[in-house]
């Protein structure tokens, strides 16, 4: 305290010489300890300047630069789970996005490729048509007038003349084949029998994506308008949501790849169950037991029902797989449905169902799992199954007679030329198996013995 206050002494005494303001104060601290002070007027500032360190205005800059510091660190990612940790999360999923969306314009671009490429084939097929002459054809001669009277002569006679003009004619003889009886005369062309044979497999066209690996392909045996019996229709199978039905006008235009109708079908299709009758489509639904069926002349569900107990998505199957529980099918007695059931124990059910309503009939349980065989069809109330799906040379190895109840086992030679056989279905208007072979869309013909 005597420091203190011997300097505040001199400098009272020193400021004393100069001016005659100087003041001192003696009071007690915040402590409450004594405390000596006083003050001396500046000899040439009238008044203190705002000092670097204490002004408002550099206190506000100090703010606002702060506030920045702390904008800038966030923005950055500097703070967990701050706005930059957002914009950095918004930025990677708007660059994910944008891979997906220029890989959905490749496959886009794709298919327009491949849509132009068959425009082209379409407009050159059309140009070679319009290019090809039409040769009069000459009037038929009455069955009455003989060769010798007619006026034709032999297409070497030079002098030979039609309508005042030589033309260049060929007298072509039409030879019709008669087949060879079979052993002991069960062949019947035109009336239902058992199956005695089937033919070497014919293939139609290869289909062009992997959404073709399976599939099944139609004519409805029983036409009605407006489509005809040469009507062809396709549905690609693989995929979650199978709705495209693809229609072709005869079985060359299958075969050239120029459908004339695509129908997107309300409710999407399980496998390659599904069958064509009296200008329907009967399909099975997606992931359950339920049937549907799809008015073409409407393109709307006409009718719809589950089939009662049936196995679906998987429990049931085709040995290949596929989903393939329910198998609807077409013969000359009707609309039918192969499946299987907990209470069959996975034996094959058939069911022959209305084809308006969908309802069960009536039902047979045969001995044979459907687990066991790699696929199914139906001639004249007879089940048919497919040994082997993949096997080269395989067999249909059991029939089941809806009409007697009794099933027995059977040897006929089957053919798998592509060795991935999805689909096996019997048409009885062409007297022909439909067949989907490993991306291939195959027939086969059928000889049937006497009823």
């Excluded at 789970?81 to 708007?94: C, F, I, R």
């Excluded at 019996?229 to 549905?235: A, D, F, N, T, Y």
Aim: hydrophobic share 35%; aromatic share 8%.
């Amino acid at each position: 305290m005597w420091l203190l206050l011997s300097v505040c002494v001199f400098c009272l005494l020193g400021c004393s010489e100069g001016q005659d303001r100087a003041t001192l104060w003696r009071g007690n601290d915040h402590s409450g300890r004594c405390q000596y002070t006083f003050t001396v007027p500046s000899p040439s500032e009238t008044s203190c300047s705002p000092t670097v360190s204490g002004g408002p205005e550099m206190e506000g800059l100090k703010a606002r630069l702060s506030l920045l510091e702390v904008l800038v660190a966030r923005l950055t990612g500097g703070e967990i789970g701050g706005p930059g940790a957002g914009l950095q999360e918004a930025l990677t999923q708007a660059m994910g996005e944008r891979i997906l969306l220029q890989g959905e314009k490749e496959r886009l671009e794709r298919d327009v490729e491949g849509l132009q490429r068959r425009m082209e084939e379409m407009r050159r097929e059309t140009e070679r048509l319009q290019s090809r002459p039409c040769y009069p054809q000459p009037p038929l001669l009455p069955p009455s007038i003989p060769l010798h009277d007619s006026g034709l002569r032999p297409a070497g006679d030079p002098a030979w003349q039609y309508g005042g003009n030589p033309v260049l004619q060929e007298l072509k003889a039409e030879v019709t084949e008669i087949p060879a009886p079979s052993p002991e005369g069960r062949e019947d062309s035109t009336g239902c029998g058992e199956l005695i044979s089937i033919g070497e497999p014919v293939s139609h066209r290869k289909a062009d994506s992997i959404a073709g690996k399976y599939g099944v392909w139609m004519q409805d045996p029983e036409a009605v308008a407006p489509y005809g019996g040469k009507m062809v229709w396709r549905i690609d199978t693989v995929g979650s949501e199978v709705r495209q039905l693809f229609g072709y006008e005869d079985i060359d235009q299958l075969s050239k790849g120029f459908p004339s109708k695509v129908l997107l079908l309300p409710e999407p299709v399980e496998s390659t169950g599904a069958t064509l009758y009296r200008g329907s489509l009967y399909y099975q639904r997606r992931r359950s037991r339920t049937l549907l069926r799809y008015n073409l002349a409407s393109e709307s569900i006409a009718s719809r029902r589950d089939l009662p107990h049936a196995g679906f998505h998987g429990q049931f199957p085709y040995s290949w797989g596929g989903y393939t529980d329910v198998d609807l099918g077409v013969d000359e007695q009707g609309l039918w449905a192969v499946y299987s059931t907990n209470k069959a124990k996975g034996a094959i059910v058939v069911s022959q169902l209305d084809p308006h309503s969908l309802a069960v009939k009536r039902s047979w349980e045969t001995s044979i799992r459907k687990t066991s065989v790699a696929n199914a069809f139906i001639i004249c109330g007879r089940l048919y199954t497919v040994a082997s799906y993949t096997a080269p040379n395989t067999t249909i190895n059991f029939m089941f007679d809806t009409a007697t109840g009794q099933g027995k086992e059977v040897a006929l030679p089957f053919r798998n030329k592509y060795r991935y056989n999805s689909m096996v279905d019997y048409n009885h208007a062409q007297r022909k198996l439909f067949a989907w072979d490993n991306f291939h869309i195959v027939s086969y013909d059928v000889r049937l013995g006497r009823q």
